[in-house]
């Protein structure tokens, strides 16, 4: 019996410094029915991932529950096709769809092998094009949906969300509405197709489209959406300002037996994704509890125990843009975890990163952006979240160059000017 010798694996590899990379370049075409095809085809498995994007989401609807429905039901008919034909054609031929409705746009996806795109393309365009909205699925999704707000009314973090809310964004925003079960259990199927036919544009769609997307794939793709109806309607957002709470508001919801609180704080910032201070404040909110190396965490969870995860996140529309830090505590712990947040708001600002916590922020942003590269699709995925969120040409690159360059200083004036604790608004669910 020989032993071979493998000193290697008692060796750790070098930590090696990320080299620059760029965010690969992407191919469009435009189509005679105005809608625009952004390709990227740098992949070897013959799969084909498709979404479409279109204008109008959830704050062009009467409420959230609409842009549900409407999602849910996209495949439960359209006017060729019954929901259990739908179905029938997608199991068959192994294709994944999903339909999201987000703030200002709906999306639907494919995700199939190329061999069965053309089976499954006809499906897709009628399910953007002309869903039925029949009554019968309807029936079933509109319970489902009023009966998880019902469950919704005794979670903590649910009612904190929702307060919170309507102290960022204004108590009669369209992004702070909640809908009651009743209200849910009240849309009916002319209701949403009412809705859907005054809120359509087809011919505003942008489709992204990524695999191995040789030209037959690409022309039956381009031959499918060449022609659409016309709505003949015009289009405008509707983009409503954030008119946040005054600061230091307290919006507190009572649950007598509730296990622990859930505590939101939000600061708004007055800026939007398009200012040249958005970057440089997505990063020092990263700092501040955008990863699990970050201060929030390594104070609030790991050196005092108030709680199992802590984050901040910067979350940036057309609309405005606020910070926002949410966590669970101990009903006893919500009023030290408060004040533990607020000093680590202070301590970004008169004690920055710096050394060792700079450079491990680096890396974690740059690895983070470097994820986008995984594969074909994820590249693709940006694309529609830099449409989906507004996001302004370039912004990739330029938080790569953002990251390069940072500095303590940088971050503390940052800090400074937008995260301050004074402008705090707080909404917390518990007893």
């Known amino acids: 019996m020989t032993t071979s010798t493998q000193s290697f694996r008692t060796i750790a590899p070098p930590v090696s410094q990320m080299t620059a990379f760029a965010l690969p370049p992407v191919r469009r075409r435009l189509l005679p029915s105005g809608i625009e095809m952004v390709i990227y085809d740098k992949c070897d498995a013959p799969v084909c991932y498709l979404t479409c994007c279109t204008p109008r989401g959830n704050l062009e609807l009467p409420s959230q529950a609409y842009g549900a429905l409407i999602g849910i039901l996209r495949r439960e008919g359209t006017a060729s ?29 494919l995700r199939v092998l190329n061999s069965n795109l053309k089976a499954t393309l006809p499906l897709i365009r009628e399910m953007i094009t002309s869903p039925s909205f029949n009554e019968t699925p309807l029936t ?32 009669f925003h369209p992004g702070a509405k909640v809908d009651t079960p009743d209200e849910v259990r009240a849309i009916t199927s002319s209701d949403l197709l009412q809705t859907f036919h005054c809120i359509n544009h087809p011919e505003l769609s942008r489709l992204f489209i990524a695999g191995n997307i040789t030209p037959q794939v690409e022309d039956l793709i381009a031959e499918t959406f060449s022609t659409l109806p016309e709505t003949n309607r015009p ?26 609180s859930s505590v939101m704080i939000t600061i708004p910032t007055g800026i939007q994704r398009s200012h040249p201070d958005y970057i440089g404040l997505h990063i020092a909110v990263s700092a501040l509890g955008g990863y699990f190396g970050s201060r929030l965490m390594l104070n609030i969870r790991e050196r005092l125990g108030l709680t199992y995860g802590i984050s901040a996140s910067l979350l940036g529309s057309p609309e405005g843009s606020f910070i926002e830090i949410c966590a669970d505590t101990d009903c006893d712990s919500v009023e030290q975890l408060r004040q533990e947040v607020n000093a680590e708001l202070r301590r970004m600002a008169t004690n920055p990163p710096e050394g060792e916590e700079l450079n491990r922020l680096k890396q974690t942003l740059i690895s983070g952006q470097a994820a986008v590269l995984d594969s074909p699709f994820s590249i693709i995925d940006q694309h529609v979240t830099s449409m989906v969120a507004s996001i302004p040409e370039g912004y990739f690159e330029n938080k790569l160059k953002a990251i390069a360059t940072l500095t303590p200083d940088a971050l503390a004036q ?11 608004r707080t909404a917390i669910a518990g007893r």
């Open 235 to 260: 289009y405008t957002p509707r983009i409503i300002p954030y008119t946040p709470a005054p600061a230091l508001s307290v919006e507190k919801i009572v649950k007598p037996d509730a296990l622990q």
């Open 140 to 171: 079933a999704r509109r319970e489902a949906l009023a009966r998880n707000l019902e469950v919704s009314a005794n979670d903590v973090d649910f009612l904190a969300g929702c307060a919170s809310d309507k102290l960022i964004k204004g108590p």
């Open 81 to 109: 096709w019954s929901g259990e034909e739908i179905n029938s054609i997608l199991d068959f031929n192994g294709a994944l769809v999903k339909s999201v409705t987000n703030d200002h746009s709906s999306c639907v996806s």
């Open 414 to 424: 940052t800090a400074r000017k937008y995260m301050r604790p004074e402008e705090i």
